[in-house]
């Protein structure tokens, strides 16, 4: 079964850039219609999407975040990374890496399988 395991700094100063990364075991990460997603979580709010790494090696992003966030990865090392800029405090969050599995002939959705989330806090 694939596993995903977030890692990052859990403190960032206002203005800094957030690098987080998510190392996944159990499966490739270039697996056949899987996606590799990043979602925040702000205390008290409801998920964020922020965007998703395709196994093709496509990238999407949250319209609203794009400007400011990049995902990447590593193929040699199955990992997933977020790097988001200009952090603030609203920025704080759980930030959570999802796997997605889209059976073929799939529109939308799929099998998922989260991180944990690591607590990310913007301090001003």
């Known amino acids: 079964q694939v596993q995903l395991q977030e890692s990052g700094p859990g403190l960032v100063k206002s203005s800094q850039t957030l690098s987080l990364t998510c190392t996944v075991s159990g499966d490739s990460i270039t697996t056949t219609n899987s996606y590799w997603s990043w979602i925040r979580q702000p205390p008290g709010k409801a998920p964020e999407w922020i965007g998703a790494s395709h196994y093709a090696g496509n990238y999407y992003y949250n319209p609203s975040l794009q400007s400011r966030t990049s995902i990447s990865r590593d193929t040699s090392k199955n990992t997933v990374y977020l790097r988001m800029n200009s952090l603030e405090p609203e920025d704080t969050a759980i930030y959570s890496c999802?796997?997605?599995?889209?059976?073929?002939?799939?529109?939308?959705?799929?099998?998922?399988?989260w991180g944990p989330g690591t607590q990310v806090t913007v301090s001003s």
């Open positions: 999802k796997a997605t599995f889209r059976p073929t002939g799939w529109e939308s959705g799929g099998f998922e399988y």
